[in-house]
């Protein structure tokens, strides 16, 4: 059983920039797949990115391109999301996903991970 746990939410000003974390207790991270998606009020749960086991391949959705980066230390059971030039239409919980195989067509669907962190809120002001 994987346990995640996500870190650096919080609220910050349009355009701004927060740094989420997501430490896994599994020692050997190494071999899942790492996401984050995120679910605003009333909305359904949306992908957000998506690393591969190695770090080599990275995936995000349209509306996080160019200002969200996912990054992973498999040595330090962490997974990262930093996000620059933050919008009020990216407040939503943040939630930290695992899985040890998933088909590249199927990265953005929530169901095919197994393992999910707690949530951490963040929260940018309209």
């Known amino acids: 059983q994987v346990q995640l746990v996500e870190s650096g939410g919080g609220l910050v000003q349009a355009g701004g920039s927060l740094h989420l974390s997501c430490t896994a207790s599994?020692?050997?991270?190494?071999?899942?797949?790492m996401g984050w998606f995120r679910q605003a009020p009333g909305k359904e749960r949306e992908f957000v990115a998506t690393?591969?086991?190695?770090?080599?391949?990275?995936y995000y959705a349209d509306s996080v391109k160019g200002r969200f980066t996912i990054s992973r230390d498999n040595a330090g059971n962490t997974v990262y999301l930093q996000m620059n030039s933050l919008k009020p239409e990216d407040t939503a919980v943040y939630y930290c996903a695992a899985t040890d195989s998933i088909l590249e067509t199927r990265i953005a669907t929530s169901g095919e991970y197994t393992y999910w962190g707690q949530g951490t809120q963040v929260t940018v002001p309209s």
């Open positions: 599994e020692r050997t991270l190494r071999k899942y797949v």
């Open positions: 690393i591969a086991w190695s770090g080599d391949r990275t």
